[in-house]
């Protein structure tokens, strides 16, 4: 496949958010209430690949509490390579997030950039590829 799109779709509420994912990398959520990270479910398809079955796109709706963070990222974030070309992955991300999750959402994005160039001695030429949103009630 050379032509597809991925794509993550979300609607934010006063105290919720619906979102839909079309295979785009699971968004995490983190939980002011309990201090954990969930991911949200990854269930659509690719888009624009006629020859997959075309399934409809299931639209979820979540609770948004205070202090909740929603994460979103393209995998370019994960796939940050170190010099042996271990990509980072999503883990030190959601660390991130729980670490930092009394700051403000501009602070974690902070954070977040701060650990893909720790973590990848090519942070330079990757960072085209690197787009994350973080919002936080």
Do not use: W
Not at 72 to 100: F, Q
């Amino acid at each position: 496949l050379t032509n597809y799109l991925t794509g993550i779709s979300v609607r934010l509420e006063k105290d919720s958010m619906t979102y839909v994912n079309a295979a785009h990398p699971p968004g995490l959520l983190y939980r002011a209430k309990t201090g954990r990270i969930m991911q949200l479910p990854n269930d659509g398809i690719l888009l624009g690949v006629p020859e997959l079955k075309a399934e409809p796109i299931i639209s979820r709706k979540a609770a948004v509490l205070p202090g909740d963070i929603l994460f979103l990222y393209t995998d370019g974030l994960t796939e940050a390579a170190d010099a042996s070309g271990e990509m980072m992955g999503v883990e030190p991300v959601a660390r991130c997030i729980v670490e930092n999750a009394g700051a403000r959402a501009s602070e974690i994005q902070d954070r977040v950039i701060e650990l893909v160039q720790s973590y990848s001695s090519q942070f330079d030429q990757v960072r085209y590829d690197i787009t994350f949103i973080v919002a936080k009630r």
